[in-house]
């Protein structure tokens, strides 16, 4: 059964440097996204993708977010100077085609900003 | 605003005993209502969907747009069972999800 693949598992970071996480969605998915859960509290939607641009997006997206499709597979979520607050589990997911909008997510990437 | 409540953030239960995870929404419209499920270390897998009204692991749920409530339930716990559960909710006009806190069953043998 396909799946939305998620890199790296895990990442350490300092705070004020720049994260890529990367994301291969489901290949025929249209829609695709990224969820955040921070430890011990739910999960929580950032932003949506669709035909290339940001189709909504959440208050927490700001501009140290960016969403990117760089080429016709991978995903990636950039976030330009973390901080702290940004440790957290993100996950990507996508949805679409035959799935309908059912949304079918990745094994989330750990980034712990120190 | 929409909004998905988990009241219960734990729930043990004995192996073989009912099991009901609570899952209250607030939404004027009509919602699509899910549960999905994340066991230990693994993603969240969708388990149900209020619209295929089918029963994945012997779980159902039934939306209740009176009560404004999605409650999961199973009449018989295994102990394969015990994860985190999640109640999620999208709307019209939009793609992305709502979810609640989560609830994590424990199923003690």
């Known amino acids: 059964e396909p799946e939305v693949t998620q890199t790296p598992s895990h990442q350490v970071t300092q705070m004020g440097q720049e994260v890529i996480l990367r994301c291969v969605p489901i290949?025929?998915?249209?829609?695709f996204y990224w969820y955040r859960q921070i430890l011990g509290q739910k999960v929580e939607f950032l932003v949506s993708?669709?035909?290339?641009?940001?189709?909504?997006k959440s208050e927490i997206f700001d501009d140290q977010f960016s969403v990117e499709r760089p080429d016709g597979s991978n995903f990636t979520l950039k976030i330009r100077s973390t901080k702290l607050e940004d440790s957290a589990m993100y996950f990507c997911?996508?949805?679409?085609?035959?799935?309908?909008?059912?949304?079918?997510f990745g094994e989330g990437s750990w980034l712990t900003v120190v | 605003a929409q909004r998905v409540t988990q009241p219960e953030k734990l729930l043990s239960v004995f192996k073989g005993a009912p099991v009901e995870l609570k899952c209250n929404y607030s939404y004027s419209g009509s919602p699509e209502l899910f549960w999905y499920v994340q066991y230990s270390r693994q993603r969240l897998q969708l388990l149900l969907r209020?619209?295929s009204r089918e029963s994945i692991k012997g779980f159902t749920a039934d939306l209740n747009k009176g009560e404004t409530s999605f409650h999961l339930k199973k009449p018989f716990a295994q102990e394969e069972d015990s994860a985190m559960y999640y109640c999620?909710?999208?709307?019209?006009?939009?793609?992305?999800?709502?979810f609640g806190t989560g609830t994590r069953l424990k199923v003690l043998a």
């Open positions: 209020h619209i």
């Open positions: 290949s025929n998915h249209l829609y």
């Open positions: 999620a909710l999208s709307y019209s006009g939009t793609y992305k999800y709502i």
């Open positions: 993708f669709y035909n290339n641009e940001i189709s909504e």
């Open positions: 997911a996508s949805s679409g085609g035959h799935s309908g909008n059912t949304i079918y």
